[in-house]
């Protein structure tokens, strides 16, 4: 048996899987199985990782029709047959000792998550920027005595290595109904961990820009996020969780409401852009009543240039960001 499943859902990737799995080939850690789900691609995927398939063992590829990347990672994960797992993402690729180090990291600590750093990397430029993990005293760190980690990791899950065992005890799967999959799956995650190890070296290269990328889209989508910060707050609210974390969720919630709605002055339509201000200001009035007085956003207020809490302070009233958009239309 293996230790780490690598699971990666592949739709319409064919211009960037290679680069993928030659990155995994030369891993210095070897004991993996590659689950490669080809989830209805159109182009050329599904011929190259059969390819691959045919080259490596430990590649394990299955074909079906397009179902979206919640469906497929969970079909992945249901494949799996190793204690830890990692989703991937396939126009990405990993430095020759990311799994080694995750592997490392979460079995020397007992762990039930290791995240690493990573890079943003662009298609159109050769430039990477490094994005490094929060700093604590240990690299082994307890949730309970920083909370706060809820909003200050990348809820992406390309970057962390996680113990199975986490996901099948508590019968955690992906959302498949709405996008921002990512964000819910994550925060629920970390419901159900104790200790996590912090891998304070970049291992991961992010395409951060990849041409078509849905999740770039200024439309309706973006009210996906709140579907997810929904899911996410009842999720803890039945785990009878929700008060120990309810100002890091609140915190969480202010973050990834303010970076939406930095979008809505893109959107041409004013009646979709008023109606997701609307839908988000209105979450968070409901759910958390005076959230501009979360002490991590006052803390966070406190350490910006006065050019970003001006900007700031467009985003904390819906009145002033209908002005504001008003006038750059």
Avoid at 168 to 181: D, G, M, V
Avoid at 210 to 234: G, K, P, Q, W
Wanted: proline letters at 2%.
């Amino acid at each position: 048996m293996s230790q780490i499943s690598v699971i990666i859902p592949a739709y319409n990737v064919a211009k960037y899987i290679d680069k993928c799995f030659k990155s995994l080939v030369t891993q210095t850690f070897k004991d993996f199985e590659v689950i490669v789900i080809n989830d209805g691609s159109t182009d050329e995927t599904l011929t190259l990782i059969r390819e691959w398939e045919q080259k490596d063992s430990r590649f394990k590829v299955m074909d079906k029709q397009n179902e979206g990347v919640g469906k497929t990672r969970n079909l992945g994960l249901s494949l799996s047959s190793a204690p830890y797992v990692i989703f991937i993402d396939p126009d990405d690729y990993l430095h020759e000792e990311m799994l080694e180090k995750l592997y490392e990291g979460i079995r020397l600590s007992d762990a039930s998550v290791a995240i690493c750093e990573y890079y943003d990397c662009y298609e159109d430029s050769s430039e990477q920027f490094a994005i490094s993990l929060p700093k604590f005293e240990s690299e082994t760190i307890d949730l309970m005595n920083h909370k706060e980690i809820l909003f200050k990791i990348n809820p992406a899950p390309w970057n962390k290595l996680i113990k199975k065992e986490i996901l099948t005890a508590n019968q955690l799967l992906f959302p498949t109904n709405y996008r921002s999959e990512d964000l819910a799956f994550m925060l629920m995650l970390l419901a159900h961990c104790e200790k996590i190890a912090m891998i304070n070296q970049p291992l991961y290269y992010y395409l951060a820009n990849r041409l078509n990328n849905v999740s770039s889209a200024y439309d309706e989508r973006i009210l996906h996020t709140l579907l997810a910060l929904e899911a996410s707050i009842n999720y803890y609210k039945k785990l009878n969780k929700f008060k120990t974390f309810e100002d890091e969720l609140e915190m969480v919630c202010i973050n990834q409401a303010l970076y939406e709605l930095q979008k809505v002055i893109h959107i041409k339509d004013s009646s979709l852009a008023l109606k997701i201000m609307n839908e988000f200001y209105d979450y968070l009035q409901q759910e958390f009543k005076g959230w501009t007085n979360n002490k991590y956003y006052q803390q966070q207020k406190a350490n910006q240039s006065i050019k970003e809490k001006l900007r700031a302070s467009i985003y904390e009233s819906k009145m002033t960001l209908k002005l504001f958009y008003k006038f750059k239309s």
